[in-house]
């Protein structure tokens, strides 16, 4: 499946940081592939955090974002 934007909403925003939510019925795996959030990379920063209720796992990531892609990766 793809990326779907009515499954994305924003739980808190301040200060140039966002916490987002998705929850989609995909795996872990595909959701946190390079890519899978290019369709809002206007919409999201770099530091952001998120959290993903996949159909697997639930888990809060961080977000980087660079010109080419939306990435997220477990936090450090």
Known sequence: M????K???????ANGFTLWHYSA???????STSGYFNNVSTLMNTGDIIIINASDETSIKSITVTPETVS???LA
């Open 7 to 13: 499954k994305l909403s924003v739980i808190a925003y």
């Open 72 to 74: 997220v990766a477990a």
């Open 2 to 5: 793809a990326f779907q934007n």
């Open 25 to 31: 019925n995909e795996t872990m795996t595909a959701i």
